[in-house]
T-cell receptor
């Protein structure tokens, strides 16, 4: 049963702490993405990766970091430099980086500040 | 500067009637458009798409219309069902470097029984 798994579903961060959100896919997709959703906002792109060991900044990459060491995994680290991290984070994948390919999304991680 | 705009934050319709969700875009490089549906606390799921070489694409109760000259597309749901109640996102992408989809802010559809 193929899909994208994000964990944890809920995450709490203390001030000055880095936290890492997990994203795993078993769809054999080349491209993976991280989005942030705030209330009343669309999906804003944080980072994307079209191939292993390569990734690109999106529109709001400041305060975030990623890695793509394996095809199936694309973890996102929210660093202490991200001053407003409270949001709903969505990971997605697509067969390739072509815009015509629909993205498959995980069920998200909600991050809150303690 | 929003390149993909969904100007109606919410829409309420009666079960069995038509739902029309609108989306406008500004980037003339966009040539592929997708609609996603999102339930609370879940990720969006792909619904339907349309290429700029077409002006209509239909899939069951869902039809997307594209007016390139007006840079406007719409999603029609006929007949609307209570299970259609969700947030609908319009996304646009293109060749020539703008292939990463740009999403609108979404429209919350409520279908009343």
């Amino acid at each position: 049963d193929g899909g994208i798994t994000q964990s944890p579903k809920y995450l709490f961060r203390k001030e000055g702490q880095n936290v890492t959100l997990s994203c795993e896919q078993n769809l054999n997709h080349d491209a993976m993405y991280w989005y942030r959703q705030d209330p009343g906002q669309g999906l804003r792109l944080i980072y994307y990766s079209q191939i292993v060991n390569d990734f690109q900044k999106g529109d709001i990459a400041e305060g975030y970091s990623v890695s793509r060491e394996k095809k199936e995994s694309f973890p996102l680290t929210v660093t202490s430099a991200q001053k407003n991290p409270t949001a709903f984070y969505l990971c997605a994948s697509s067969i390739s980086g072509q815009g015509s390919q629909p993205q498959h999304f995980g069920d998200g991680t909600r991050l809150s500040i303690l | 500067d929003q390149q993909v705009k969904q100007n109606s934050p919410s829409l309420s319709v009666q079960e069995g009637r038509i739902s029309i969700l609108n989306c406008d875009y500004t980037n003339s490089m966009f040539d592929y458009f997708l609609w996603y549906k999102k339930y609370p606390a879940e990720g969006p799921t792909f619904l339907i798409s349309i290429s700029s070489i077409k002006d209509k694409n239909e899939d069951g109760r869902f039809t997307v219309f594209l007016n390139k000259s007006a840079k406007h597309l719409s999603l029609h749901i006929v007949p609307s069902q209570p299970g259609d109640s969700a947030v609908y996102f319009c996304a646009a992408s293109g060749t020539g470097g703008s292939y990463i989809p740009t999403f609108g802010r979404g429209t919350s559809l409520i279908v009343h029984p």
